[in-house]
Structure formats: C-alpha cells, structure tokens
C-alpha cells in the first residue's frame, strides 16, 4: 500500500476525509483511509478495526498499540498520514519502527496549542504540521488548512 | 428540517434547551421538523416523546448522518470542527454553540478559543453563546439560499501533502 490515512472518529475524520479524497482522485496511488473506534462497525474486514482510545486510559492504548503492530504488517504502507488523536500517534509510532515515513496533521480544533498527541509524535515523525500559522515553527510547519 | 447534532462524545443539554426555548419563543422556528442525533439528559427524552415532531437518534451511521445534513434547512450544533468543515464544504446555514468547561460540556476550552475565528469568516457560519443572539441568527439562516455564492473548497493543506507525497513514491 502507497498511503494509508488513519484517524479517530468525529473532526479528526472529516479533517482525514478531505486529505484522503485528494488522493484517492489519483488512481495510481493505492490509498485507505482507517477510522479507529465507534465506526469500526461501519468497516466490513475484520483485519482493519482498531480501537479508540486516549492517553489517560493506557489499557486501551495498549490494545491498540497491538491492533496497530498487525494492521502495520498486513498493509505495510510507504507512507502514514494522521490527523488524530491517540490511535494515530501510536499507530504512527509502530509505522515509524518499521520503516515508513510518518506525518502528523494537528487538527484545526488545536488553535491555541499543539494536541498532546502532536506534541508526542514531533519527537517521531518525519514531518509536523499546524492548521495554524501563528503555532508553526522550524519543526512545526505549516502548509495550508482544510477549510 | 432542522437539525441538531451534538457530536459523538458528550451530551449538551444547554444547545437542546436553547432550541426548546426558541420552539417555545417564535413561529418561524415551530414550524420545522427536526432531527437530533445525540445523547440527551433523561430529562430530554421525556420532553421529547411528547413533541412528535421531533425524531431522536442516539448513534447514526456517517451514511445516515451525511443524508439528513444535506437535506436540512439549517444544522444547530456544537461547534465541533467536523460539523463545521462539511457545513462550510457544503454551503449550509449553520448556528454553533461552544462547549465550555464552565458548563462542564467538554475536557478543554478549545471551542470557545475557536468561536472568535470562525464567527463571520463564513456567510453561511455563526457561532453564538448567548439565547437572544440565537434567536435572532436563527431566523437569519432560515432565510440562507444554499445555492447562491456556493464557493468551491480546495484544501491547500490536502493539495501540498499530496504533491510532496507523490515525490516521495516516486523515489
């Protein structure tokens, strides 16, 4: 697999969505977009349900720290994209150890400060990006917002 | 059709009594069918089962969800960045509320810090938190045309990750 987008449900999804229908608008790119937690139930293949989880229960994260480890080695994608929250820092984190190159959108919500879980994957991720110009710095870029 | 997300997380009992007080307060608003999708108090659920005019959906599906937004008059939402986006993608009237930690709505003020961004940036967004400003928007964007000034949203951020990305495969 080219790309594979992954996200929480709710904004951080539809923030996902729009990034995912620019790629998908190339055929040559081999592209998913995932949507870990309550819409796991909308996604027919059991190989790609992740659960949702946050950083202040860390049994759910452990879960999907395990669910990442396997979705990563079926899919093996080039490069991971992720708008949020913790499901997509850790399955960010997991596509990092093997190999891939890791982006982290923040979610336009975060206009004071970057989320938790972006300030977690800068250490990470090959690229940072804010919806925000005035959050962006050397590390922390900024190249546009999606609205 | 009016309708009433609330999101996936939290419930929000204030947005539901602001509507329960302008169904109570005006005509023009009486005379919609509406949708929440959403958790509610109990105390809700009670008042709705006696007002048929309204259908309450606890879980919707994003097919569901994406059906009834684009056939409704006006959404009244949080101001959650997902309802937001497809509003302002999909040119429909909508009046948001922030979630306040104040009221215990939500983990972070990250609503209210955005309520100064979005108001008046979009003709077809408003973002109040006060019952007689929502009174008075409503009945503005009951009379929104979603044809007219119907822009074209190309997200530059999607357009750069793609351009970059491709570079990258193609190495």
């Not at chain 1, 790119?29 to 027919?44: C, M, Q």
């Not at chain 2, 309520?115 to 967004?125: C, E, L, P």
Request: net charge negative.
């Amino acid at each position: 697999m080219d790309v594979l987008i992954i996200s929480s449900p709710g904004g951080h999804s539809v923030q996902a969505s729009i990034i995912y229908s620019v790629f998908k608008d190339d055929c040559n790119v081999d592209v998913e977009h995932f949507i870990a937690g309550n819409e796991f139930r909308e996604i027919k293949d059991d190989n790609f349900k992740i659960n949702d989880c946050n950083f202040n229960t860390p049994l759910s994260c452990f879960f999907c720290l395990i669910r990442s480890i396997y979705m990563f080695s079926k899919l093996k994608p080039k490069i991971v994209i992720s708008t949020g929250a913790a499901p997509g820092c850790i399955f960010l984190l997991v596509s990092r150890c093997f190999g891939s190159k890791c982006i982290w959108v923040d979610s336009i919500a975060n206009i004071k400060n970057l989320s938790l879980s972006g300030r977690i994957a800068q250490f990470f991720c090959n690229d940072i990006f804010t919806q925000w110009e005035h959050l962006s710095s050397k590390r922390i870029k900024y190249i546009g917002s999606v609205i | 059709m009016i309708f009433i997300t609330l999101g996936t997380q939290l419930s929000f009992d204030r947005l539901i009594d602001f509507y329960l007080d302008s169904f109570n307060a005006s005509d023009f608003i009486s005379d919609h069918d509406v949708v929440i999708q959403g958790e509610l108090s109990d105390r809700h659920v009670k008042i709705i089962e006696m007002l048929p005019h309204i259908k309450h959906f606890n879980y919707m599906t994003s097919d569901e969800y994406a059906e009834i937004f684009s056939c409704s008059d006006l959404i009244i939402s949080h101001l959650g960045m997902g309802t937001v986006i497809t509003a302002v993608y999909s040119n429909k009237p909508i009046i948001c509320v922030p979630r306040t930690v104040k009221y215990g709505e939500h983990r972070n003020d990250h609503q209210l810090d955005a309520a100064s961004y979005f108001n008046g940036k979009f003709s077809n967004v408003r973002v109040v938190s006060d019952f007689d400003v929502f009174l008075i928007e409503i009945a503005e964007l009951l009379k929104f045309d979603q044809t007219k000034n119907r822009q074209v949203f190309k997200s530059e951020l999607a357009a750069n990750l793609y351009s970059s990305s491709i570079e990258l495969l193609r190495k």
